[in-house]
């Protein structure tokens, strides 16, 4: 049984315990939050046992799983944070699979990664670790997904398309194939990418066009 401690006490962390609390061999002992703004309560029936600040004694006390649960809108630098903090401590990675999520038995993955309710992942494509895709997404053949990437609800990614490590997609947003999304970029909800997208930009539009550097 993988005793696992979830990084995040939010909405997304709620949505990840309704289908992780019945996977088989996954025990969730609680859950630990940034600053203490939740002591003594618990999230979808499991406590919030601690803060950030704490995953140390908790890895002492013989909890040795984890999974982020920081959902994240836009920006993932904090999740990409807790996953490098939490793994240097020394905690090892669940993967997280909604039963309504159909991967392909050819897709390559890390670890720490989440697949939502309805999520598809194509033959042929790799994900990295620490990896949300989210509610109802698509992920086409022959992707290569980067660490830290977040797959907002709804969006479309065709085939052959790489993301690198620490983009976000929008909610709707769908990206045309054989496309590159640069690192850190940031592609808003309901665009459509027809061209690549450079590293750090924010792009949005039909067809999306930079608006900004971040």
Do not use: W
Request: charged share 20%.
């Amino acid at each position: 049984m993988k005793r696992t401690l979830l990084l995040g006490a939010g909405g997304h962390a709620r949505a990840v315990i309704d289908f992780l609390k019945d996977s088989p061999g996954i025990e969730i002992v609680g859950l630990v939050e940034k600053d203490g703004s939740f002591p003594g309560q618990t999230v979808a029936g499991f406590p919030v046992i601690g803060t950030d600040s704490m995953l140390t004694d908790l890895f002492r006390q013989g909890i040795s799983y984890a999974l982020i649960t920081v959902g994240g809108i836009g920006d993932n630098t904090l999740r990409e944070t807790l996953y490098i903090k939490t793994k240097e401590i020394g905690f090892s990675f669940i993967n997280a699979l909604h039963p309504s999520a159909i991967i392909s038995s050819t897709v390559e993955m890390g670890n720490g990664n989440t697949f939502m309710a309805g999520t598809i992942i194509g033959p042929g494509t790799t994900v990295g670790n620490n990896v949300l895709v989210n509610t109802g997404a698509i992920i086409d053949h022959d992707c290569r997904l980067e660490d830290h990437i977040h797959i907002g609800p709804g969006a479309r990614i065709a085939g052959g398309v790489e993301i690198k490590s620490g983009s976000h997609i929008g909610i709707g947003a769908v990206v045309i194939q054989n496309r590159k999304i640069g690192r850190d970029a940031l592609v808003a909800a309901g665009a459509v990418v027809i061209d690549d997208v450079p590293d750090r930009a924010v792009v949005a539009g039909v067809p999306a066009r930079i608006l900004k550097y971040r």
